[in-house]
C-alpha cells in the first residue's frame, strides 16, 4: 500500500493505493487544507543566507537577475525577473538592505514561494 496526499480544487484528500490487482476504486477521506510544500532552489551565487527572504509571488522562469551579491537595494528595487505566462514578473526588495545571497539563475523554474535571494 502506498499513501498519498492529493489536493483538487484547494480540498485536501489522503489517499491509500494497495499495489498488485485492484478489484474497484481507492478510498478517499477528505481533511483540512495544509500548507503546500515549497521546493527550495540550489544556491547558485552564495555569499552567506542573509535574514530576510526574497520570495517567488508565482511559479516562473528566471529571466534576469537584476541584483548582485553585496548589491544595497531600496523597497521596491527588483532583484530578479521571472517570466510567466509570457510576462515579466519583477520580484522586488521588500524592504532597505544589502543582497547577501542570489539562489537562482537565468532560465531557472522556480515554484510559487520559492526564495530566490536573500538579503540583510
Not at 531557472?108 to 536573500?118: C, I, P, S, W
Request: charge should be neutral.
Amino acid at each position: 500500500m502506498k499513501n498519498y496526499t492529493i489536493t483538487v480544487n484547494g480540498n485536501v484528500y489522503d489517499v491509500v493505493v494497495e499495489e498488485g490487482a485492484s478489484t474497484g476504486a481507492p478510498a478517499a477521506a477528505p481533511r483540512a487544507a495544509a500548507a503546500p510544500a515549497v521546493p527550495k532552489a540550489a544556491p547558485k551565487a552564495t555569499a552567506g543566507a542573509g535574514s530576510v527572504k526574497i520570495e517567488a509571488g508565482a511559479a516562473g522562469k528566471v529571466f534576469k537577475v537584476e541584483a548582485k551579491v553585496g548589491q544595497t537595494v531600496k523597497p521596491g528595487d527588483p532583484v530578479v525577473i521571472l517570466e510567466a505566462m509570457k510576462m515579466e514578473i519583477p520580484v522586488v526588495a521588500p524592504q532597505a538592505g544589502t543582497v547577501a545571497s542570489i539562489d537562482v539563475a537565468v532560465g531557472d523554474n522556480v515554484e510559487a514561494g520559492a526564495v530566490l535571494a536573500t538579503m540583510n
